[in-house]
């Protein structure tokens, strides 16, 4: 295993450094970087597999001069697990590159692209190596600001630039955050070592121990987008080139969920106060109840996609939380189930969501836009595209039998065995957040008809759309490998959740894999198979077998088929772009619903004829929805600092012997304190 | 303490004194090119005290210092600014942030609180120079009170140059000098700087018409 180690972390290394040596050679740069990161995507998986199935977890470490600090790594089943998601969004991501960069090439250096592309997966691997706090924060301040940087890719573009700015500043927050947990914890033990962490000398004082939830709960949260902290992701994941966003969207929030497991299950051990359980469940249902709702208003497709970033946060969180929740009351197997089911969606929304951002890729690829509206008609231009899109779209609608139904029917069931729990609040509670669950289902199916069908079905809306052609074949397959990856978690639990189990053994104390899967793997069934189960496989041998069935019936029954080719029926006008659907008019029924928490302006603009009023010369109409975190919650604290900053100014004069006077002053006052 | 260390540790001191005597007589001066002169002149004692230092001593390099002061400090440094003020054509400094006889009583003052804070620190020094710290510090208070109180950029400048000044003393009389490749690099640096706001007052004077950095206020937004 340390040789597969050395080896991911060498090609990394290579391919940030390689393309530096080879200036003025585009095409073997872009070939050098993406490639290594590509090697580097194919040993990371064995590694993460090696790493789930190896009996004891690999350790290492460098000491350093630095006090405190020490170069420690750890692959325990956990972190194999993070490293094996992000190995696979990368391996896709970087072989997608390979075509895709073409669309920077004369805009922007592509040389640092691809080889900051490889620092990014470098330091990604690493955060979740790291056996201890100050070389994690080295780490996780590295892939911060390399995310930041890839996010500024075009910084030419004004909006590039603020949204990198926003997405500094919420990601420092966070940062500072989890310094102040990394400190809680080291005040105690006295060191910055995972290990001291884990087995203190006595145990944390109980008020600590609660503080140190929350920082942790805010300082990954912002990371991984909780609501309210989520306001960065649809700034900053569209103004990222597609791959990096689908890697920002697709493991490196994750690195946050692994964090948020590491902090509570490893370092937290122990009872937890139910309470903090109900936060992170409370908090990962309204995360993801409000991240559908704000993506099916958005018509700018890696906007809609980053709020589902949110949503899919939330799920992963419901599922932690419901973990947490069983773990106070000793329930252990709910516990793993829990929290079984909260990592198995982490790895289904790393494949279908990184699927989703690489597909949104090649459509503004193609025509050069993000916004739905002037899609239409690209499944004919791009067939290719579209089939691993509509993979993609059905799995994160929780569809059978993808992956995103596999997950999210398990967090589902997690939830409702809340039955089993003592107190009468939380049997109502874990209910409650299933149904908000349930609700979020049904948005992300609408949202993704949505997506789907105005982006490929009928005619182009744009002429952009309409000289649309299929992407070049590396980023098919980089496609194809996350679609792929989404059929086989899918429909082979019997894989995964073995796998899975070895993570949360540990965590919780017992293995549950055996009684999740029942018949040989086939079925399965949250730890009681008589409470409920389901099999992928068959369901999906089942919708094959019923569609084929129809068909042979009709065969049977019916007249022999006939292939009839005829303009579609148009109440005989001839069928323009303009009667179609839009994706403002398809959200419109769900805006009205949800009125209240939308808040939306809507201004129609009518100019008639002067002759006479009953024909319109012009119409235009202008919506959108108030953006309520930002306006109660940001605005109010922006303002307030920027009143202190105003303040500030009085000593900022810009006179430059002012400014020396300062300088003067305060070195005769320290050399009189001094002395 | 024989009477020749006796006698070198006063003469030390005595060439100390002249150099903060300089200083007053900047402080004092309101034309440009005399201020020059005057600068000059201190790194002239000052060469001079570095070399007593060297004698006295036997520390070689200290020469070698004081070579370099006298090379830079002496000749190409004044002829770089002389050279500024006869392009800028600006002779005198009219408008002061502090008076001169308000500036002198400051200098006074800081001299005080120099002396005031080396106290406990010379007995424990057991240098022939050790007097002088107070005197270097005092040096470096009074260089930064004028480029405090001066508005023309040249004049600053000067002021930046008496600091090093005190800063070269002080390292002399505390440690009998820095490694002779620091005093390298701090000479360096000091003759960057004095190109550096030669060619910065040459464009201050196209920007605003002026060498006075007080109009850099208009660069606030």
Redo the contacts between chains.
Sequence with gaps: MSTLLTILLASYLLGGLLPLCVPGRPHLQNLLAHGCAAGAGVVGIALGLAGLLAADPLTGSFSSNIPYLTFAFRLDPLAAFFVLTISLVGLAASIYALGYVGEFSGRVSLTLLGSLLNGFLLSMTLVVLADNGFFFLILWEAMSLLSYVLVVTEHEKPGVREAGLFYLIMTHVGTAFIILTFLIFFQETGSFSFDSFRHPDQRLPEGLRSIAFFTALIGFGAKAGIVPLHVWLPYAHPAAPSHVSALMSGVMIKTAIYALIRVYFDFLDGEFPWWWGFTVLVIGAVSALLGVMYALMEHDLKSLLAYHSVENIGIILLGIGAGMIFHTYGLHELAALGLLAGLYHTINHAAFKALLFLGAGALQFATHTRNIEEYGGLLRRMPWTGAFFLIGAVSIAALPPTNGFVSEWLVFQSLFLSFQLPTLFLKLILPIAAAMLALTGALALACFAKAFGMSFLAQPRSSHARHATEVPVSMRIGMGLLAGACVVLGLAPMLVVPLLDRITGPLTGVAISSKVLALDGWVVAPVTVEFSSISTPVLAALLVGAGALGLLFARMMGKPLRARYYKTWGCGLNLTPRMEYTATGFAQPIKQVFETIYQPTVKLETEFLEQSKYFIKHQRFEFHIEPLFEKYLYTPVVTFLLAIADRLRIIQAGSLHLYLTYIFVTLVLLLLWAG | MPVSTYLGSQLVDLCSVLLLLCCFAIVAQRRLSACVDLFALQSAFLAATAALVAFLTGHRHIYFAAALTIVIKVIVLPRILRKVIERLNVSRELGM?VNIPAGLLICGV?VI?AF??????IPLGYLLTRDSLAIA?AII?IG??T??AR?KAIT?MVGFLVMENGVFLGATAAAYGMPLIVELGVFFDVLVAGLIVGIYTHRLQDAFDSVD??T?????E
């Design positions: 942030n800081l609180v005031f804070i080396t106290q406990p620190i510090l208070l930064f009170f480029m405090i508005q600053q950095t007080s850099l206020t208009v660069l606030k």
